[in-house]
């Protein structure tokens, strides 16, 4: 099966500062990729997605960064808030199939 | 409701009874999932629904789980026998297709066995 893993199960940060949360991929035929937030209690909330056509793909205060080369996917977010505390789950698909999540970075910003 | 809905948000249960969870998917949503997370875990992929098809339920972990789909649209997910190692929490999510767009999840129910 596919596996998704993340390098860094937890990290902390300053509030202000750039935050960001790596994940590694296995399947290098996967062609999209997603990173979810997971808040306490909450199901996961889409937060920015790419496609393998891309290598850079930017939202509100967030980027995603996609390396094929060495199947690696960042997610970057600016200005950390305290609401950005949460859980981040990357996602990776292969068109027409499911979606292996990794394990989950915890991202804890410190006020 | 605009979002995914799943019912109850929270169960307990003793060992050996069978339990049921709902999922409402977001209307037209063709593609329905479910998931379990276990305590800092990831998500593990149990079953998938798309459209009429057959559903894909490679992720089930034995023949005590089974779920079905009703006119496309409510799902239940289902546990028979219930035992300690099903305490999660169970996800739904729902997506236009598989695979090519996101998908959206409801807050899940935690089941908790006793």
């Known amino acids: 099966g596919e596996s998704v893993g993340l390098h860094l199960p937890t990290l902390s940060v300053q509030e202000g500062d750039n935050s960001i949360i790596n994940c590694a991929y296995s399947?290098?035929?996967?062609?999209?990729f997603i990173w979810y937030k997971q808040e306490s209690g909450k199901g996961p909330q889409f937060i920015i997605d790419i496609r393998s056509n891309m290598d850079k793909r930017q939202g509100q205060r967030v980027t995603v960064l996609l390396n094929k080369t060495v199947k690696h996917l960042s997610l970057q977010i600016a200005a950390t808030q305290p609401g950005d505390s949460a859980v981040y789950f990357c996602?990776?698909?292969?068109?027409?199939?499911?979606?292996?999540f990794g394990t989950g970075t915890s991202l804890t910003v410190i006020p | 409701g605009a979002g995914v809905s799943q019912s109850p948000s929270n169960k307990v249960t003793e060992k050996g009874k069978d339990v049921e969870l709902r999922c409402d998917p977001i209307s037209g949503h063709t593609a329905l999932y479910w998931y379990r997370q276990s305590l800092g875990q990831g998500l593990e992929f149990l079953i998938y629904?798309?459209?009429?098809?057959?559903?894909?339920k490679s992720g089930l972990p034995s023949d005590r789980f089974s779920a079905e789909r009703t006119g496309g649209s409510v799902s239940t997910l289902t546990i028979q026998r219930t035992q300690q190692e099903d305490s999660a929490v169970y996800l739904c999510?729902?997506?236009?297709?598989?695979?090519?767009?996101?998908?959206?999840f409801g807050d899940g129910t935690r089941l908790s066995i006793l």
């Open positions: 996602a990776e698909s292969l068109t027409g199939n499911q979606f292996y």
């Open positions: 629904f798309q459209g009429n098809s057959a559903p894909d």
């Open positions: 399947n290098s035929a996967s062609d999209y």
């Open positions: 999510a729902s997506s236009p297709d598989r695979g090519t767009r996101p998908q959206h």
